[in-house]
């Protein structure tokens, strides 16, 4: 490793239309205290028929950068981790580029359902500390509205839309912020129990993929529940041995915002006091790949975070995947 990395600034957006549990009500045989207790959600944001992807992404990467003191013409990599991209191709991230103004640089997507943001934070960290580049921008954005079955209450109630951007920077020798160590996982045996079926080669679009809501999200939720948890402890207890530290020296745990229950039993897990668990899920529910860095974003700006802070962020979801990243900020 030829430099450090380090998250210089975070930045985040969320649509103006709030959907409520009650809202939902009206919708699909549920009621707000089925959402709230299985869930923790109160409320999500849902993007206007207008907004694509990278329309959030966008405002997110610019009020980041406004965060830091970088320039747009210093950014040197876009990476956006999402799974409800404009078009499968070209990328997402290609949009933000054009939007941003930014040329003559790299921009490409990452496919890893909700760790999408950690997945290209550990790319990023890569091309940061072997000094292929210095500034390069992660986004995490979803618009899951526009891909769930507003008619199964199985998953319709559980998602929402949003965007959260960091400038992943080279570090300078004495930078109190950087990124301490990160972990990607796969296992690809689990594929079906979180996935899109058809738009794809496996299952192209007809007229019978439309008839069988088959371009919606599917899930079974409670199997992805179950491993949830375990996958999650599993890569944060790596990544925090491997650099001697322990559960109880984090200044602050970000979990992925999939569910309370989750939450709570993976920071139950780590014996961590629920006040360093960093939880928005019942306002904005899980905007997947956006979750974290939203999180991040409002915490900062609400005080809580502050420069120096240890923080680990751990996600899992579609694939399936996980992962962690520790960082001091
Ligand atoms: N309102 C009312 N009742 C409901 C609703 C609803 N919205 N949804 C389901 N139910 C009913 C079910 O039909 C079932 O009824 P039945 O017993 O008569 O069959 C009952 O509630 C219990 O259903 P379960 O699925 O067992 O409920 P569970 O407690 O497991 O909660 C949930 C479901 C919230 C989906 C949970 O399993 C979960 O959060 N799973 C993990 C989801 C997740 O984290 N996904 C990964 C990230 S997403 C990504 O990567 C894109």
Known sequence: MKYKAKYSAFGSYVPDKVLSNFDLEKIVDTNDEWIKSRTGMSERRIASDEQAASDL????????????????????????????????????????QKNLGLKGIPAFDISAGCPGFIYASDIARQFVENGTKKNVLVIGVEILSKIVNWEDRNTCVLFGDGAGAAIISRAQSNDISQIID????????????????????????????????????????????????????????????????????????????????????????MKINNEKVIVNIEKYANT???TIPIAIDEAIRNGKIHRG?????VSFGAGLTWGSVLFRY
């Open 288 to 290: 997947s790949s956006a």
């Open 309 to 313: 802070d240890v923080i680990h962020m």
């Open 182 to 269: 990160s972990e990607i996982l796969a296992d690809g045996n689990y594929t079906e129990l979180l996935e899109q079926p058809a738009g794809g080669s496996r299952m192209p679009a007809s007229e019978d993929t439309l008839k069988e809501n088959l371009h919606t999200v599917h899930m079974q939720g409670n199997r992805v529940f179950k491993l949830a948890v375990k996958s999650m402890y599993s890569t944060s207890e790596t990544v925090l041995k491997r650099n001697n530290m322990e559960f109880n020296d984090l200044d602050w745990l970000v979990p992925h915002q999939a569910n309370m229950r989750i939450i709570e039993s993976l920071g139950n897990k």
């Open 57 to 96: 992404a966008t405002i997110a990467a610019q009020r980041c950068i406004e965060n830091s003191d970088i320039k747009y013409k210093d950014i040197d990599l876009i990476i956006c981790g999402t799974i409800s991209p404009d078009h499968a191709f070209p990328s997402t991230a290609c949009f933000v």
